[in-house]
């Protein structure tokens, strides 16, 4: 199975919603943005890669964006548990 197109899709959806993030003028960022930022993170901390390449091309997005990783001294927006499970395998139905 080749999830790259799935885990690209992801990555893309939640780096448009970073932009319109650090777009913004300082102050307050506008629900709407919040709201995308928030489910498109989840959408792909939550997707279990299904092969090496999608775990490195997911894990590789990760580590540069601050909502999974936290920047200059802020936490990130996931969990330690949140941010493993996502690489984890999908359970046996």
């Keep these: 199975m ?6 690209q899709a992801l990555i893309a959806a939640h780096r448009a919603a970073m932009q319109r993030y ?3 003028p300082d102050g307050d960022v506008p629900d709407d ?6 489910s498109t993170g ?4 939550a997707y279990p890669p299904a092969t ?8 590789a997005y990760m580590l540069e964006c601050f909502v999974f990783v ?7 927006d996931f969990t330690r548990a949140q941010l ?3 690489f ?3 359970p046996a139905a």
């Design 70 to 76: 936290g920047g200059e001294g802020g936490d990130p």
């Design 22 to 24: 650090d777009d913004l």
């Design 42 to 45: 989840e959408a792909l901390c």
């Design 2 to 7: 080749d999830d790259l197109p799935t885990i």
């Design 84 to 86: 493993v499970s996502g």
């Design 33 to 38: 943005i919040e709201s995308e930022m928030t």
């Design 52 to 59: 090496i390449e999608g775990v490195h091309l997911k894990a």
């Design 88 to 90: 984890l395998p999908a």
